[in-house]
């Protein structure tokens, strides 16, 4: 199934223009993934730090706050978003802020 603004044609000429191109690829944005407009994901409501991906974040135990949750590192990390990190990564998610 595919639902979008787009129509075929569109969807075809973007592909012709991206292989012409000589483009590595393309990107689809899923809405599903979008941030939520709960009230746990307001800016503002969160005291941690906001995550940067261009900050090291050196050493375990740092606090930071992403989407409305706050996320403590486990070892050193750069450029690792803590909201896809999953139970294993460097981020823990310590619930909404």
């Known amino acids: ?3 979008s603004t787009e129509d075929e044609q ?3 000429a973007k592909a012709d223009y991206v292989m012409d191109q000589g483009a590595g690829g393309t990107m689809i944005w899923e809405l599903a993934g979008s941030p939520s407009s709960s009230p746990s994901s307001t800016p503002g409501t969160c005291t941690a730090p906001s995550w940067n991906a261009d900050t090291v974040y050196p050493d375990k135990g740092f606090q930071v706050s992403w989407k409305g949750r706050t996320y ?8 690792e978003d803590p909201s896809t990190s999953g139970p ?3 981020w823990t ?3 909404p802020c």
């Open 93 to 95: 998610d310590n619930g």
């Open 88 to 90: 294993d990564g460097v």
């Open 10 to 12: 569109s969807v075809a």
């Open 1 to 3: 199934m595919f639902l």
């Open 72 to 79: 403590t590192n486990r070892w050193w990390s750069l450029n």
